[in-house]
């Protein structure tokens, strides 16, 4: 099982709400993966609140058939920082707020 923070890059876009989050729920499902917390960061001007609705949203679209508590649970988790990763400092910034492994 794994336990440490995820870090998304590019989290607003289109391979995070297909296939990212999706594989994060069925992992959480199958009782695979412990995460403390998966952070999605990218350039929009979004908050975790709207970050959440999004990735809820396309989850009822394309995974409807997940196990809902699995998918409450991955959605409790997610947090959203507004960054461009490729200024150093930012993306340091956002790693450096973690006590625990990152994964990127």
Known sequence: MISTHFIILGATRDLTSRYLIPALVQLHAKEQILSESIIGVSREDWDTERFRRHLAD????????????????????????????????????VIGERQQPVAV
């Open 58 to 93: 396309r989850l009822q679209q394309q995974a409807a058939d997940f196990p809902q508590s699995s998918v409450k649970a991955v959605l409790q988790k997610l947090q959203y920082r507004q960054a461009d990763v490729t200024q150093k400092e930012q993306l340091r910034k």
